[in-house]
């Protein structure tokens, strides 16, 4: 459908933006498909909240800390829009054929009537995202007069010497404003009449166009940034404020990693977990400042960088497959501490906190995945003076070849069982994991330096 008289003829029907998401979103809840995929730990809080809000109409600002993924939920909005939606070609703002609103379009409505020619734009051309900054302006937003056209002799009073800025650009679609508070107030004074008029006013002009614009936003709590506010006018033409949240269940927490963390190296599940009750554990410390929160990107980077440290020992030691084992978490730690704000009162005790809460964490996994395990065998063995070597540039099989003999236990295949190890880097890194949990229970000692740790 090439034209304005091929698209009604098809029996196509113009919706609203609110009604197209609105009924967009019902059709997926009522035929059981996610609306929003790849998010979790938000299914029974955020999310009824926000699918209530876009029912309603109503534009919605998130509120959240730092990697509570309110930018994602964002994004994922534009699952609700159609996949394709007719636009007059050529036009500034993206009207619908059935709805010219700019001075140009309607006079091209005018003039071809049913030979206008139609183009048709994606759903993900009509998502546009801002980060705001303080030196945003209301050009960018919402458009200044555009000299050019001027020097082309058209007047001042002229409508189409105006540019339009992000929001007017966004006509029939979503926009979304990352961090609002850092808006200068001047500029989201800028935005009131857009949001709630659906006006423009720019340097003395009043254009008003019938705006159909979702806008979406997203701040950190109030009580927490110090670079700026959103004003109350503003505030209150948001028809939502939904607080955010860290994942509330640890299997959430660890799907998040899974799923966002680029892993160029085979992480076991058991360090995945052990980097999500880090997480946690972190976020419930005293010892940090919990009003900039420790966000999941933390896990997300901790879980990158151990698997990047088990591919250089991969390659170093000419390994088959690279594999992450308990030695390479200390290399996360060495990296993490700067993305971590510390209460005023501990400095000098960064590293201290962050082994102790560390050392935490792998003990409350060992128990989870060693219940049930006796390791007798292996301490009874390490009693009499043997002594265990690893390290995170020892290999798998260097490592598995220098265990005691047990005898006929089948201690180190119990162990291996437990974790899911089968090949030789993870069943290094499952009997680590035994190890290191001895260690945390005071069975046997441990001596780490320069690149070897020993057991024993």
Request: with cysteine.
């Amino acid at each position: 459908m090439a034209t304005l008289g091929e698209l009604r003829a098809s029996g196509h029907e113009h919706k609203a933006l609110r009604t197209e998401i609105r009924d967009n979103l019902l059709s997926k809840l009522r035929d059981g498909a996610d609306p929003w995929p790849g998010l979790h730990g938000l299914q029974d809080t955020v999310i009824p909240q926000l699918e209530r809000a876009l029912i309603a109409g109503h534009d919605v600002v998130l509120l959240g800390e730092r990697g509570q993924g309110k930018t994602r939920l964002l994004r994922t909005m534009i699952g609700l829009l159609d996949e394709w939606t007719p636009v007059i070609s050529g036009s500034e703002l993206g009207e619908h054929p059935y709805e010219p609103v700019t001075p140009g379009s309607l006079a091209a409505v005018a003039e071809h009537g049913d030979e206008l020619r139609v183009s048709w734009v994606h759903r993900d051309e009509r998502y546009a995202e801002k980060l705001a900054t303080p030196d945003t302006s209301v050009a960018d937003l919402i458009g200044d007069v555009d000299p050019m056209k001027v020097a082309e002799g058209r007047s001042l009073g002229d409508p189409e010497t105006i540019h339009f800025g992000l929001i007017p650009r966004s006509h029939r679609g979503i926009v979304a404003i990352n961090e609002l508070p850092d808006l200068a107030e001047r500029i989201q004074v800028a935005m009131l009449n857009v949001m709630e008029e659906r006006d423009i006013q720019i340097r003395g002009y009043v254009l008003r166009l019938p705006l159909d614009v979702l806008v979406v936003a997203s701040a950190n709590p109030e009580d927490y940034t110090n670079r700026g506010r959103i004003i109350t006018p503003l505030k209150d033409r948001f028809g939502a404020e939904i607080r955010t949240h860290y994942p509330l269940a640890l299997a959430d927490e660890i799907a998040v990693i899974r799923q966002e963390a680029d892993l160029v190296a085979h992480v076991p599940d058991h360090l995945l977990e052990i980097l999500a009750r880090f997480t946690r554990h972190l976020r419930d410390s005293t010892a940090v400042d919990q009003r900039s929160g420790v966000s999941a990107r933390f896990a997300i980077a901790g879980a990158e960088t151990i698997a990047a440290a088990a591919l250089h020992r991969a390659t170093v030691q000419h390994e088959d497959r690279a594999v992450a084992r308990v030695v390479d978490l200390e290399t996360a730690v060495d990296v993490l501490g700067g993305k971590i704000e510390f209460e005023s009162g501990e400095e000098g005790r960064e590293a201290e906190v962050l082994t102790h809460l560390l050392r935490t964490a792998t003990a409350e996994t060992c128990r989870t995945v060693l219940r049930g395990i006796d390791l007798g065998p292996l301490v009874e063995r390490l009693e009499v003076g043997v002594m265990i070597s690893t390290g995170d540039q020892v290999a798998a099989r260097t490592f598995l070849e220098g265990l005691p003999v047990l005898g006929e236990s089948d201690l180190y295949d119990r162990i291996c069982d437990a974790a899911g190890a089968t090949d030789d880097g993870e069943r290094a890194g499952a009997i680590e994991l035994a190890l290191e949990a001895l260690y945390l229970a005071r069975k046997v000692s441990k001596e780490s330096g320069e690149g070897e740790t020993v057991y024993g």
